[in-house]
Antibody
Framework: EVQLVDSGGGLVQPGGSLRLSCTAS????????MTWVRQAPGKGLEWVSD????????FYADSVRGRFTISRDNSKNTVYLQMNSLRVEDTALYYC??????????????WGQGTLVTVSS | QSVLTQPPSASGTPGQRVTISCSGR????????VYWYQQLPGTAPKLLIY???QRPSGVPDRFSGSKSGTSASLAISGLRSEDEADYYC???????????FGGGTKLTVL
């Protein structure tokens, strides 16, 4: 059974940093692209970042490019989201998600439970 | 403002058929597949439709998707109370090099 466990969220001041983790199990982690999607309180879904199975290809939303960095450690079955220069508008529930099929851009088939990031002074 | 446009709300009575639209551009829906997600209150989203009109295993055939040009639709037939949720469309955008979502449609079963 595919499982994704999101962690690392918390309360941070504007300008601060946080690193989110998503630990996966139940599938061959290294061959699937992974994604972070966020949802601000009471708002819709917003794609944040994608990383290929090998980690060689990464994409970012304009709203986070230059501040957030996605990475993965295939030996630990974990994908990370390093978030720097955090802003109040980054406050959201952050979900990691696994692609439906190998190759990328196949839809987000499995989701973590989400980890809450609150940026506030 | 979302790149893909969905109506903010939709409603229907049990047994009825409802459709939710999703409008985009050549760079997203016009060139790539459309995906639909269902988000029940307080839960993570669930993939409902992939590649425009395909259902993952376990999704009832009451749910169907279609795409034409730069627009797509999700249809739900035989509406049930448990279908009350938020529904989001998504597509890859070649111009933005990223995924784009619709703003979401809140479906109410009357």
């Amino acid at each position: 059974e595919v499982q994704l466990v999101d962690s690392g969220g918390g309360l941070v001041q504007p300008g601060g940093s946080l690193r989110l983790s998503c630990t996966a199990s139940g599938f061959t982690f290294s061959i699937y692209a992974m994604t972070w999607v966020r949802q601000a309180p009471g708002k819709g879904l917003e794609w944040v970042s994608d990383i290929s199975g090998s980690g060689s290809t990464k994409f970012y939303a304009d709203s986070v490019r230059g501040r957030f960095t996605i990475s993965r450690d295939n030996s630990k079955n974990t994908v990370y989201l390093q978030m720097n220069s955090l802003r109040v508008e980054d406050t959201a529930l952050y979900y990691c998600a696994k692609d439906r099929a190998v190759g990328g851009k196949t839809g987000f088939h499995n989701w973590g439970q989400g980890t809450l990031v609150t940026v506030s002074s | 403002q979302s790149v893909l446009t969905q109506p903010p709300s939709a409603s229907g009575t049990p047994g009825q058929r409802v459709t939710i639209s999703c409008s985009g551009r050549t760079s997203n829906i016009g060139s790539n597949y459309v995906y639909w997600y269902q988000q029940l209150p307080g839960t993570a989203p669930k993939l409902l439709i992939y590649s425009n009109d395909q259902r993952p295993s376990g999704v009832p055939d009451r749910f169907s998707g279609s795409k034409s040009g730069t627009s797509a639709s999700l249809a739900i037939s035989g509406l049930r109370s448990e279908d009350e949720a938020d529904y989001y469309c998504a597509s890859w955008d070649d111009r933005l090099s990223g995924w784009v979502f619709g703003g979401g449609t809140k479906l109410t079963v009357l």
